[in-house]
């Protein structure tokens, strides 16, 4: 679960400015980490980390993955794409979760919590 609440404090931090807090609170994330279970949340951190990039989540929605781990997966790219400046790519991959049929997880939720207020959406990094 270490790597399931970085990741949601990474994003609350970056979306709050603190970029330098956020790149400390995952500093222990690695390539070579075993999980059992959260896959999608340190694909996430790694990507935040920069080991590697968005192309995941692309991958994850052509094979056919859960949905679960799609939402998962997807929310974190969007956000990670809307800290950045692209809101229009963001909006697509919070779209592309809403397709999804994993509406209980927590990654769908937030990508529907997005696209509903898209005009308030302030970033501050």
């Known amino acids: 679960m270490r790597v399931a609440a970085a990741d949601w404090l ?12 956020a790149v400390h609170a995952i ?3 690695r390539e070579d980490m075993e999980l059992f279970e959260n896959d999608s949340y340190l694909q996430r951190l790694l990507m935040y ?16 993955a859960d949905a679960f ?3 998962t997966l997807g929310y974190g ?3 990670w794409h809307l800290i950045g400046g692209d809101k ?5 991959i919070f779209e592309a979760v809403l397709e999804t049929s994993s509406w209980a997880a927590f990654g769908f939720i937030a990508s529907e919590a997005e696209v ?3 005009s308030d959406t302030t970033i501050t990094d």
């Open 116 to 118: 509903a207020s898209r």
């Open 49 to 64: 980390r920069g080991l590697s990039d968005d192309a995941g989540f692309a991958a994850a929605t052509a094979d056919g």
């Open 88 to 92: 229009p790519r963001a909006f697509r």
């Open 27 to 29: 500093a222990f994330v």
């Open 10 to 21: 990474y994003m609350s931090l970056r979306r709050d400015g603190r970029k330098e807090e």
């Open 77 to 79: 790219v969007g956000n």
């Open 69 to 71: 781990s799609v939402a």
